[in-house]
């Protein structure tokens, strides 16, 4: 990422939110001049892609930036070749508060609680942003989008479920309207005992119950793919490099 896209970025950042509460499992502002190793690692525990998605990107710890109070996960268009020899067209920036390995522990997870945060999503076709949940102790499923926005249309996000069975459909909502490439913007998901409810700037958009809603403990990921069989390939128009920033993580308890 440039010096000068951060500055732009982060000059309309709100202001900082107020220290963690003594109630609050988690909460991340990004102080500092670097990621905190201890709560975040930079790749998932399979590696640093997600194959099945045909995503164009390999994640490499370099493109995790933090500047002024500000995360930064920063795509850009140049080849990277993995431990295994494979190429990639792209390099970006992913986080996770999952394990390192398979079996390993996940370094922050939770059972029931909200998670907010505050995102500013690039805007191009091929970009990818999200904020989602895995199972601190199973594979891939269930899986809790918390939100996903494809640059292609960045008014536009989505909001999703997907159970523990494959062969189900996800559970998945759109939600329509302010450009949100344009400026800070808030997500939250409130999990509680069979009932998951989202929002979208503070306005309630989509909720799940049932028995498939996870009672097991989660972690939390931010990412920035590029490409996949969903958002398709970047094009002439896709201009990098370019970031998802993030402002702040908070994770508190369920209320009672």
């Not at 202001?15 to 905190?36: C, H, I, N, V």
């Not at 500013?120 to 891939?140: E, I, K, N, Q, Y």
């Not at 002439?236 to 009672?256: C, G, H, K, N, Q």
Request: proline share 7%.
């Amino acid at each position: 990422m440039t010096a000068g896209l951060a500055a732009r970025i982060s000059d309309d950042r709100p202001a900082e939110p107020a220290a963690q509460s003594a109630g609050e499992l988690l909460r991340e502002s990004f102080e500092g001049e670097s990621l905190d190793a201890s709560s975040w690692g930079t790749c998932y525990w399979w590696g640093c892609t997600i194959p099945s998605n045909k995503e164009l990107q390999w994640y490499e710890p370099s493109q995790v930036t933090v500047s002024g109070g500000v995360l930064y996960l920063t795509a850009e268009a140049v080849p990277v070749e993995n431990p295994d020899g494979e190429r990639f067209a792209y390099r970006s920036g992913m986080i996770s508060s999952g394990p390192s390995e398979r079996g390993g522990k996940p370094k922050f997870a939770f059972t029931y609680g909200t998670v907010e945060a505050r995102l500013r999503v690039p805007a191009g076709t091929g970009l990818w942003s999200a904020l989602w949940m895995l199972p601190a102790f199973r594979d891939s499923r269930p899986e809790i989008d918390i939100v996903e926005v494809l640059g292609s249309n960045t008014r536009k996000s989505y909001q999703s479920f997907h159970g523990r069975d494959r062969k189900k459909k996800p559970l998945q909502h759109t939600e329509k309207g302010a450009d949100l490439a344009d400026g800070w913007h808030d997500y939250r998901l409130e999990w509680l005992p069979g009932r998951l409810r989202w929002y979208v700037d503070g306005k309630h958009v989509f909720t799940v119950k049932g028995d498939e809603v996870p009672d097991e403990p989660m972690y939390v990921m931010a990412n920035l793919a590029v490409g996949g069989k969903w958002p398709r390939s970047p094009n002439e128009t896709t201009r990098f490099p370019a970031s998802l920033a993030i402002d702040y993580i908070t994770v508190r308890p369920a209320a009672r």
